[in-house]
Nanobody, 123 residues
Framework: QVPLVESGGGLVQAGGSLRLSCAAS????????KGWFRQAPGKEREFVAT????????TYTDSVKGRFTISRDNAKNTVYLQMNGLKPEDTAVYYC????????????????WGQGTQVTVSS
């Protein structure tokens, strides 16, 4: 069973918006740090945004600062990524992930993953 399930991806024109959701399946991750990562064809998976377990700290890669917002609702066991001002270079498969322990921006330290949702931005 996949522990995390993403939704909300799709095809959008440049300048448009999408809201990704990531719901936990089969277990609770309310005390876990959460992150959104993306992977474009032929490229390594990269950090997009992360949030601490209590939502007190959020971190963004430079290319999405001011456009994307990560948030979480622990009562719903869900993390969100609001994406505004989308650009063609944002096109990728977006994954959410969870980790316990120390806060980290590195995808290699996240143990629990979803299957990903495709985001395609046309110019």
């Amino acid at each position: 069973q996949v522990p995390l399930v993403e939704s909300g991806g799709g095809l959008v024109q440049a300048g448009g918006s999408l809201r990704l959701s990531c719901a936990a399946s089969g277990r609770t991750f309310s005390t876990y740090h959460k992150g959104w990562f993306r992977q474009a064809p032929g490229k390594e998976r990269e950090f997009v945004a992360t949030i601490t377990w209590n939502g007190a700290i959020t971190t963004y890669t430079d290319s999405v600062k001011g456009r994307f917002t990560i948030s979480r609702d622990n009562a719903k066991n869900t993390v969100y990524l609001q994406m505004n001002g989308l650009k063609p270079e944002d096109t990728a498969v977006y994954y959410c992930a969870a980790k316990s322990g120390s806060y980290s921006l590195s995808y290699k330290e996240y143990a629990y993953w979803g299957q990903g949702t495709q985001v395609t931005v046309s110019s």
